[in-house]
């Protein structure tokens, strides 16, 4: 008998560890290619426009003071926010600033106008990089817990964000954001 299953043990084995045939061998998942979800006005007013915010109060507002939990309303959003709050909130606010950055470059995202992003544009590139490094730079501010890290610190969020407002953005009619700008006569 102990032969008997010797064999039938070994013979699994052999099976199991074997070269894999046809049958059991698995394809590797096609490569994920990101794409765009939102247009850009959805993508800025959900995440850089929400976080700026967050980096733009912890000048004024302590983070690190304690929450009357009184003044917290009911609701999700009230419920979370205090999960990861204080100066760590300040901090995934300035992450998701740097973030937002390569978001904002993904190909084929178009402009709420219905135009494509111009992430082809040097400016517009240099300007997503810029909220990049805007972002991580407030976030080495928040990690100080000093607000007077992020009153300096929120001049350099606020000129990121004019580098591709004022050029793309900026407009009175809708219907000129995203146009690329003329080339500037030197």
Not at 3 to 15: Q, R
Not at 20 to 29: G, I, V, Y
Not at 63 to 80: E, I, N
Request: glycine share 6%.
């Amino acid at each position: 008998m102990k032969s008997a299953f010797g064999l039938i043990a070994a013979t699994v084995m052999a099976v199991g560890c074997g070269t894999p045939s046809q049958s059991t061998t698995t394809t590797p998942a096609a490569a994920y290619s990101p794409q765009a979800h939102s247009n850009l006005a959805q993508l800025m007013r959900g995440i850089p426009f929400t976080f700026a915010n967050i980096v733009f109060d912890a000048q004024s507002e302590d983070p690190g003071a304690a929450r009357d939990p009184a003044a917290v309303g009911g609701g999700a959003t009230a419920t979370f926010k205090n999960v990861y709050g204080g100066w760590q909130e300040v901090e995934n606010s300035a992450l998701a600033l740097s973030e937002a950055a390569n978001l904002i470059l993904v190909p084929r995202r178009l402009c709420e106008n219905g135009r494509p992003v111009p992430i082809d544009q040097p400016d517009f590139r240099a300007a997503a990089e810029g909220l990049a490094a805007a972002g991580r730079a407030a976030y080495k501010a928040a990690q100080s817990k000093s607000m007077d890290e992020m009153v300096a610190v929120s001049e350099t969020v606020a000129m990121a964000c004019s580098k591709c407002h004022e050029p793309y953005r900026d407009f009175d009619d809708p219907k000129d954001r995203c146009k690329v700008p003329p080339a500037k006569v030197e």
